[in-house]
């Protein structure tokens, strides 16, 4: 198992979604409308701007926990392995997304 390159690009993205998730904090925060937005937004613009930043950053932290917990089962030892069914997961699969918890056959279900 090459557990080092996985844990390698578990970390780049953990410092990634960091990143992105403290500066996107601004466009989550409730509507204000003052002067110089109204000209240029309608109000539905806004809020449908605000509840795509807000999902997003939903998504982001998914995301996050799903790499911290990762990260947490190489510490354990118990990396790469099907949270579902406990078999052990294909290589190929981490290769694309190494923060996947459940093999193909579980997550397909
Ligand atoms: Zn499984």
Redesign the pocket.
Known sequence: MQIDSFRQQLLQLQSELMNLSSTSVDAAKPVELDQATIGRLTRMDAMRAQSMAIETKVRRQHQLLRVEGALQRITTGDYGV?L??G?EMNIRRLEVDPSYT??I??ADK
Do not use: D, G, W
Request: proline share 0%; aromatic share 0%.
């Open positions: 099907c579902t069914c078999e459940q093999c056959k579980c």
